[in-house]
């Protein structure tokens, strides 16, 4: 514009200079001329360039809407030419033409594009994963107003979008087992014949579906089919006639081919509402496919965490308005990873009703797939034997004068809900080191259950060592002596964390003595109600109890044995009773006294989240000064922390809803009868990440490079 400007004004001072001064008194139509050409100006820029941003806004509106509904109809497994249509289709009810996506007027994408990829000019591309989509819009010949006059009689603009069919989250909170029988597919009428209770998580052998021994009772096929829903139903392919060796990862969650697929899906079966069932578990007779994607226990945390707003002490109300909403609206945000527990939602039967509302039959969802099983809070327990052993070795018979401590792992009934990491457990000792040498066997990595087995057993050896000391020239060789207390704990650090404890004791004496040599000692060694010793698990508003039994050893006559914290309590938690120190009178070697203690932690504590809170405590026999130490172990969780019930996230896959239910009756969409089940199938393997499916998430835009 400047540049226009200045040559108006040479041109005016050549022509002004051509003008005798007698004459230029007419320079005043001159000027009158100059700032009729500058209103021109002024007016083309106003105007034309008003024009422009519109049109180019218009093109950007075009672009952006095309570019998602060709994404969306992606994922709904429409096919590629569906979705080219459909944006050509989106682009022309929005008053866009041809030519701006197919300058030669015939439009044929991707072949009559102009560039690819981000160097896309003109056209409409879907990219090789099948779910990006490109939209590029040139509009050359855009009218103008006033800068006709100065030479400009059209101008161009240009607008692109970009859209991902998968990138805004989407996911159900529904979760769906893989395994099933005729009883999810016909729905509770199904017969004759026993029912069928299809699960085998922890099958690494092939085992017929026939009742067999436990634990647990193998599942029986009595005259029900069992079927594996990710395969495809044609043919009957997915009926399973025994257990192939699933067992992962990654083999348990890897069915054999064929897999169902959009075009060869799976079975029916009822997912959603009170014909929706789990297989096995305390809770499975409130199953109906929800869950509670706010309220989970991520894999590796032995407590549970919130997400959105929710804490320990949202309402159910609440929560069912949440659920819906994510029904309606998709759950976009910190979506939960594989092996995460969500929480479930018990009979809730309005969310049938929320998806009949948002989504028509035909249409793909993305949920969450688990194995059938509704899990309690996990845990296994472990039992340890015996709880005191002694042996008095002299310096040549050491390796004779083990020790064997046994332990008993095992997954409690009904639920069998825990599962160790694929590597195993970690089984480690505190409070042997410098005084005894230990090993485990046959491991100390064990797997639980292992091959069908919910118990393991291994056994901790205890050796004791020996201490060399040099006096001038003297040196004596001598077996290390003395009494301890000490902690085997063992925990799935790699999983769902679980820790379970034991506390033994060791008495080794020096067998050279006349009689054996054993060292005055005290221990003190505390239990709870939970059989864990050390270890508890605390919900704010609670207390932690123990009882911490106090003995000595390798004395005479009655001694007073002082317990006393070191150091001071951590912050919301306080003493329940007098505060240490304690002093127990009158404990005698042989026998046991014990010694309550209890805290109580109210809402000011700091829940825990990577590790409990550890109370150092010393025990002293008053009477001969001999110390000894314990450490008390407290996982803080946060108050009302009720959830109960839990579906373990195997992976997730794309679900095509069949149809709307009440009871087994199928209604039509928009029935004024409201549905209170939903059938559906898969039309997608097992994806370890929601991010993994093309099919039943929401589409959005993204960036276009």
Known sequence: MLNYLKKLENFFNKIQQR????????????????????????????????????????????????????????????????????????????????????????ANPPTTNVGTGSGLTAGIEIGADGCTV?????????????AQFVGRESLQAGAN??????????????????????????????????????????CNTRLKLSPGAGPPVEPGQGNFKGYDFFRRKASDADIIPDWPGWYGPPGLYQSPSPHATNSSPGRDFFFLGNQARATVGTGSGSWQGAVNLDIRRPLGSPTLKYYNGVTAGTG?????????????????????????????????????????????????????????????????????????????????????????????MAVPPPDYSFASAAGGLYMEVEGLDVFADYSFSPTSRPVLPNAGVFTHTVNLIVTPTLTTTTVGTTTVTQVVTGTRMFYVSVDNRDGVAVTRYFAGIVNIGDGGCTPACELPAVTGTPTNSDNNYPYLIVEKGKQAKYVADLNVWGVTGSHNVKVQLVGSLPTGFSWVGPSPPWTTNGVVSGTTKTRNIKIAIDNSATASTTAPYTLPFLVTDTTNGVT???????????????????AEILGYAAMEIEGYYNSTNKITPYDSTPANTVKGRFVSELQSDPSSLIYGLRARLIPWD
């Open 316 to 408: 159910a109300p609440t929560l069912k308005d949440m659920g819906s909403y994510y029904i309606r609206n998709g759950y976009c945000c910190d979506i939960p990873k594989q092996g995460d527990w969500v929480a479930m939602f018990p009979g809730v039967s309005g969310f049938p009703v929320d998806l009949q509302k948002t989504y028509a039959p035909g249409d793909i969802i993305a949920i969450i797939i688990y194995d059938g099983s509704v899990r309690e809070t996990p845990t296994f327990l472990m039992t340890g034997t015996p709880d005191v052993q002694y042996t008095y070795p002299t310096t040549t018979t050491i390796a004779s004068n083990v020790l064997t401590y046994t332990f008993n």
């Open 19 to 106: 003008f005798p001064a007698s004459e230029q008194g007419q320079s005043i139509v001159l000027v009158a001329l100059f700032l009729f050409f500058v209103f021109l100006a002024f007016a083309a820029l106003a105007t034309d360039g008003t024009t422009l941003y519109l049109r180019r806004r218009q093109l950007q509106n075009m672009a952006d809407a095309a570019a998602l509904v060709a994404a969306v109809e992606l994922s709904q497994t429409k096919p590629i030419t569906a979705a080219y249509t459909a944006a050509m289709n989106s682009i022309a009810a929005n008053g866009g033409q041809v030519e701006w996506y197919a300058p030669g007027g015939a």
């Open 134 to 146: 490109r939209v590029a819009l040139a509009w050359t010949d855009i009218g103008t107003y006033f």
């Open 628 to 646: 000894s130490t314990f450490n008390l172990y407290i996982w803080v969780e946060e108050a009302n922390a009720t959830t109960q019930f839990f």
């Open 161 to 202: 979008a970009r859209a991902g069919c998968n990138k805004s989250g989407g996911l159900m909170p529904i979760a769906m087992k893989r395994f099933g029988d005729e009883i999810d597919v016909q729905g509770s009428g199904a017969g004759p014949g026993p029912s069928l209770s299809v699960w085998c998580e922890y």
